[in-house]
């Protein structure tokens, strides 16, 4: 009998487990987390009443749809999607070949990584 409630209460024992160790570890969220955190709060909260309803939550997708769809047609079709990926594409791919070879996926990675070590300055 107790060997075949045994994997249960290994398991059970190993989900309380996970469960406090999360715990623990959000709760040693750092400071600038936590003011991350409420400048995109108070960002979303766009009447300022100190709630995020629903309409102010959706409204950022909203106008992210409405910058997808280029035609205004009320639907994003596959042009309108991959548009922003094929431009982008066509900029990283500075030889033009139609390909991106490790020199070109170099120069975004050094850029990228320029911008999030100026943003970490700024923080």
Do not use: W
């Not at 309409?55 to 047609?73: A, Y």
């Amino acid at each position: 009998m107790k060997q075949r409630y045994f994997p249960v209460l290994i398991g059970a024992g190993l989900l309380v487990s996970v469960s406090i160790i999360t715990g623990l570890a959000n709760a040693n969220i750092d400071d600038a987390s936590n003011k991350r955190g409420k400048f995109m709060a108070k960002k979303l909260d766009i009447n300022n009443d100190g709630m995020i309803s629903l309409e102010e939550l959706t409204s950022r997708q909203d106008k992210r749809f409405q910058m997808l769809d280029l035609n205004g047609d009320g639907m994003i079709n596959k042009t309108e999607f991959y548009g922003r990926i094929v431009t982008m594409f066509e900029k990283m791919d500075s030889n033009g070949d139609g390909s991106l070879d490790d020199k070109e996926i170099s120069k975004v990675k050094l850029h990228h990584s320029g911008k999030m070590k100026n943003k970490k300055k700024r923080v």
